[in-house]
């Protein structure tokens, strides 16, 4: 198994552009979660979905800030306008669960460290 | 709500001797408890993880943990570090939607 992919692993933006994060979770997991970790504020869940729909998004920071899962091998987290504070590493995250409820172990993908200019 | 506290921002140790790194929830039903680690430039891999019944969980690289009820805590622990064990380690606590603590960075020393 390939395991959570993520695209760019590495994003540098100017101020104001729009950004995409791409992510694709594990064949047969059902719950994709975003996180965002910066050195101030440690790793924050964003929004997370169940079964391409988003349960929760009490996370995202600000209207800035969409996602979407279109299907079940496939979801966005974009940026538009981005602005420095943006700056961080950006993770994505599937399991297998129930509207977001899980026992079971949560995979990581390596992340796309951001970086907004 | 959920919350998680990791009170020890970074620990040094000399490699071959023993670990525990901290960790103190709020939560308000039954927890689900988690430790992951995070090596540089890496994601998150779960080490262990506890839910119920023995308190004393063990997880993979020879790590354990242990549940407290009546401290809300859920120390993990490892009777010799070796030097691939340096990496930054979280607590969480949720059913899917997790709270992590702050992190603890784990420094070995030759």
């Known amino acids: 198994d390939a395991g959570v992919i993520q695209s760019p692993r590495h994003e540098v933006t100017e101020m104001g552009q729009e950004v995409t994060l791409r992510c694709k979770p594990i064949s047969g997991h059902n719950s994709l979660f975003w996180y965002r970790q910066t050195m101030m504020r440690g790793l924050e869940l964003l929004i997370y979905f169940n079964n391409n729909v988003p349960i929760d998004d009490s996370g995202m920071p600000e209207d800035r800030f969409s996602a979407k899962m279109p299907n079940a091998s496939f979801s966005t987290l974009k940026i538009q306008p981005s602005e420095p504070r943006d700056s961080a590493v950006y993770f994505c995250?599937?399991?297998?669960?129930?509207?977001?409820?899980?026992?079971?172990?949560?995979?990581f993908g390596p992340g796309t460290r951001l970086t907004v200019l | 709500a959920q919350s998680v506290t990791q009170p020890d921002i970074h620990i040094t140790v000399s490699e071959g001797a023993s670990l525990e790194l901290r960790c103190n929830y709020s939560y308000g039903a039954t927890p689900y408890l988690f430790w992951y680690v995070q090596s540089p430039g890496q994601g998150l891999q779960l080490l262990l993880k506890y839910f119920s019944g023995d308190t004393l969980v063990q997880g993979i690289k020879g790590f354990e943990a242990e549940f407290k009820r009546s401290q809300s805590s859920f120390n993990l622990r490892k009777p010799s570090v070796h030097w691939s064990d340096a990496a930054e380690y979280f607590c969480a606590v949720g059913e899917g939607k997790l709270t992590f603590g702050t992190g603890t960075r784990l420094t070995i020393i030759p």
């Open positions: 995250a599937s399991t297998t669960g129930w509207r977001g409820v899980s026992y079971n172990e949560q995979f």
